[in-house]
């Protein structure tokens, strides 16, 4: 498939690699393109910013959760029809599963989907050093894959003397930003705010898309996005014939995180999703066989959810009653008896698992995991295991046992999540393509069931 695309990659996080490809998303959209946007790891925030504030179709691009055929598989399903595809790069360009190796790093992805590369080189309190940082990473790996260099928190000046220097080194300058914090994206605890939460962002992203048309040399972006060369992949196996089923899926401000391709696998195998708000509904979907709760931000809402009383009556009754319920993280905060609020207020909760969610003052647990069932759980069986990730601040009276969690690097592991009856419930973020069979199971389920 002929498939324009772009990696944007830095040295390290912080280069300003987000609030760059926001701003060139913003300012291609105002030129009438049809966009794709793509995140490497198992961020939500970024493609959430993607989506709901600028209007591009986003998606995951992970190489712990995929294999290298996966990857391609979904690059080409989401980036069918676009113009241009944007990748936004996670952490350094090399940096892996562990501290000494590149493996399912943001230079593996774009090795992968042989996505010419731009490196971000955050220059503040430099000059000619950038340059030093540039000619290291592309002398680090002879197939680095940078082709072109944008130099940010850059002056006019000092771009106009370092280009021809960078083009010395065989790579294309294509532009540079000016430092303006008023346009930089925040940070809280827990990644980047969801975009709701800043003011006038859509205002923002229009300056910082105007600002970016004057400093970057869109048109040298585009050229060099169309250098990347015809992508395939291999088909994906045949979805199993399933009977067609509605599952509720919570989304609203309180829970965000859903990745498109969770989503994209359960429509692949007959569910029809219909989302809906624990903040603002009372009651579950009518004709719902299954429910979905994903992460998010529950304790940001804690007050709201818990005044919304009709609400958690109707989803802890149907849990009770056996609807099949898969809850991550938020969802798993949801369904304790109390949870507690950022002020440090316990707020009543759906009360399904009786004990308190509190608030710590450091990540519990954070990155990658290969989750194994210790014995046989509601849709994984003894011994079989998914793939997923954990990064939150709060924890539980009972995190659970039913699943034994695994880093890909080192040896720490630990024991977490609940199944009972027709829930599996705990902190990790689940990556469903990694075991389609769990949510072959899953949906098995909600057919036979009748609530």
């Given at each position: 498939m002929r498939s324009p695309r772009l990696l944007f990659a830095a040295p390290s996080s912080g280069s300003g690699k987000t609030t760059l490809v926001c701003g060139l998303l913003r300012a291609l959209k105002n030129r009438g393109l049809a966009l794709r946007s793509f995140k490497c790891g198992p961020d939500y925030i970024d493609p959430l910013f993607h989506e709901t504030v600028i209007g591009?179709?986003?998606?995951?691009?992970?190489?712990?959760?995929?294999?290298?055929?996966?990857?391609?598989?979904?690059?080409?399903?989401?980036?069918?029809?676009?113009?241009?595809?944007?990748?936004?790069?996670?952490?350094?360009?090399?940096?892996?599963?562990?501290?000494?190796?590149?493996?399912?790093?943001?230079y593996a992805v774009a090795r992968a989907l042989q996505a010419p590369v731009v490196l971000v080189?955050?220059?503040?309190?430099?000059?000619?050093?950038?340059?030093?940082?540039?000619?290291?990473?592309?002398r680090f790996r002879p197939d680095s894959g940078i082709r072109g260099v944008i130099f940010n928190r850059m002056s006019e000046g000092v771009y106009a003397a370092l280009k021809p220097e960078a083009e010395k080194l065989g790579v294309r300058p294509l532009g540079f930003v000016p430092k303006a914090p008023e346009l930089m994206i925040e940070s809280r605890h827990l990644g980047l705010v969801t975009p709701g939460e800043i003011q006038d962002l859509?205002?923002?992203l229009d300056a910082l898309g105007a600002l970016l048309e004057r400093t970057v040399d869109m048109d040298g972006l585009m050229a060099l996005a169309r250098e990347a060369p015809d992508l395939?992949?291999?088909p994906a196996p045949a979805a199993p014939g399933?009977?067609?089923?509605?599952?509720?899926?919570?989304?609203?401000?309180?829970?965000?995180?859903?990745?498109?391709?969770?989503?994209?696998l359960l429509c692949d195998m007959g569910?029809?999703?219909?989302?809906?708000?624990?903040?603002?509904?009372?009651?579950l979907?009518?004709?719902?066989?299954?429910?979905?709760?994903?992460?998010?931000?529950?304790?940001?809402?804690a007050r709201a959810l818990s005044e919304n009383e009709a609400m958690r009556r109707s989803m802890a009754g149907a849990i009770q009653k056996g609807l099949p319920c898969l809850a991550e993280c938020g969802g798993f905060l949801y369904l304790h008896r109390e949870l507690e609020d950022m002020d440090g207020a316990f707020y009543p909760m759906a009360g399904v698992l009786d004990a308190r969610a509190y608030r710590t003052k450091k990540l519990s647990r954070f990155g990658y995991v290969t989750l194994t069932a210790r014995a046989d759980t509601a849709f994984l069986p003894a011994g079989e295991s998914v793939r997923g990730h954990e990064f939150h601040y709060f924890e539980s009276e009972s995190g659970g046992d039913a699943l034994h969690a695994q880093k890909p690097a080192g040896s720490r592991s630990w024991d977490c999540g609940h199944s009972r009856g027709n829930l599996l419930m705990g902190f990790p973020h689940l990556y469903y393509p990694s075991n389609p069979k769990l949510i072959e199971r899953f949906l098995r389920r909600c057919a036979e069931k009748e609530i």
């Open positions: 591009v179709p986003s998606g995951t691009l992970d190489l712990f959760f995929s294999g290298e055929d996966q990857l391609r598989r979904l690059f080409v399903r989401h980036a069918a029809g676009a113009q241009v595809s944007l990748i936004e790069g996670v952490m350094g360009y090399y940096d892996g599963l562990a501290a000494a190796t590149d493996r399912a790093s943001t080189v955050d220059s503040r309190g430099q000059s000619l050093s950038a340059l030093a940082t540039l000619s290291g990473f592309l859509g205002q923002k395939s992949a291999p399933l009977v067609p089923v509605k599952i509720a899926v919570a989304r609203d401000e309180a829970f965000c995180f859903l990745y498109r391709d969770n989503l994209d569910a029809e999703l219909k989302f809906f708000s624990p903040l603002h509904d009372a009651a979907p009518e004709g719902a066989r299954g429910l979905i709760l994903p992460g998010g931000y529950p304790e940001l809402y």
